[in-house]
């Protein structure tokens, strides 16, 4: 039978005792104060490596990179940077030009649009039927 740990938090000692395997995270009674005392995971700083990764012992399926904890393994590395620890990259400023060509093409579909709406074809050049075209709402008769 393996040998375990236990802390007591009145007393604030710990306390070894040899127990049956499926019996060690059971708390024990202190052996000073006779309270329970829960087990301490005495592999708490422990490290392994797997994959060539530092991990914790009692396996979370975690991994450890600069000293932080993370899900995945890094792949495709720039720098140290891992992409769980480094906040996303925001998108570099449009160039002037860039803006300036969004901005015609914005306005030239905006006036294909108007050229469709008003000949009834659609974003193609297709005639549409005549129910899908805009009708003028009926003039009000005022009494
Ligand atoms: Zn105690």
Request: charged share 35%; net charge positive; aromatic share 10%.
């Amino acid at each position: 039978m393996p040998l375990y740990e236990y802390h007591c938090k009145p007393c604030n000692g710990i306390f070894e005792i040899i127990r049956p395997m499926r019996e060690a995270s059971v708390a024990v009674p202190c052996p000073e104060c006779s309270r329970d005392a829960p087990r301490i995971m005495s592999s708490f700083n422990a490290f392994t490596f797997r994959d060539g990764y530092p991990r914790r012992l009692p396996d979370k399926g975690t991994f450890w990179h600069m000293g932080k904890e993370v899900k995945k393994r890094a792949k495709r590395m720039s720098w140290y940077d891992h992409p769980e620890l480094t906040p996303p990259k925001r998108k570099p400023r449009p160039a002037k030009g860039e803006i300036t060509a969004a901005r015609e093409r914005q306005a030239a579909r905006a006036k294909a649009l108007s050229y469709g709406d008003r000949w009834g074809v659609d974003a193609r050049g297709f005639r549409q039927p005549k129910a899908a075209r805009k009708r003028k709402p009926a003039r009000k008769t005022i009494t």
